[in-house]
């Protein structure tokens, strides 16, 4: 009974010893994924976190006629209502801009690019469509669109939109948009992915490990068994 006991301990302990440094590499992995998902990029693009709480946000208003402007005096009725979407979108209290003028104080702008990436927000000239103000949307990726239309928040495209007022390209939020951190479901999507790839990265390192850890012990023994066989036709 007590030997048997010690063998499961010892299996017990084999096991532990294979699995820390597979914990390791993982709690590694994560804490690199999660730390470039929450910062800001060079660019001056916002976090993962702050991009997909946006565009939760927005896809939660689309067919409504109306959104709540974020502030102290509660909801009030939108001045510019398509910049007022994107930052409340973000965040920040109804912006003080209507679209043109956003568009000028946009961090890294990028003036005729049709590859807006998810999360940026995309402009438009002005027109008679938007009361030659310019038009600004919340990009979800693959030119797909979230916007204030005339009577409903909408999806839409830059190719459709482009139809109405011509395209001007994308540009990052302001930094003074500080992103939403209150939409559980956005968070913890953008946590599941992370740890999916640290999950991905785990497997494959240490499969490259057993790889390389069974390749030396082949390089060993072989060389082990000729320094015999030397020895043997030595003697």
Known sequence: ??????????????????????????????????SVAYARQSDHKPSDIAINNAIYKAQSLVGQPSFPIIGTNGSCWSTYRCTDFVANAYGYPASPYHAELLCA????????DWNAPRGSLVFFSPSTFND????????TGNGNLIEAGNELIIRSTISDENHSATYLGWAW?????????????????????????????TIVSWLIFLIIKSKIAKIKQYHGGRGIMEKVNGA
């Not at 030659?132 to 990009?139: D, F, S, T």
């Not at 913890?188 to 790839?197: C, E, N, R």
Request: one cysteine or more; a positive charge; charged letters at 15%.
């Open 105 to 112: 104080i946009s961090v890294n702008q990028h003036s005729g």
């Open 132 to 139: 030659e103000r310019g038009h600004v949307a919340l990009c």
């Open 173 to 201: 939020p302001p930094s003074a948009w500080p992103g939403r951190s209150d939409v559980f479901i956005a968070i913890a999507f953008t946590w599941a992915i992370q740890t999916g790839k640290a999950i991905i990265l």
């Open 1 to 34: 009974m007590k030997r048997t006991f010690r063998c499961l301990l010892i299996k017990r302990q084999n096991i532990m010893r294979k699995l820390i440094p597979v914990i390791c590499i993982f709690i590694i992995f994560l804490l690199v994924f999660i």
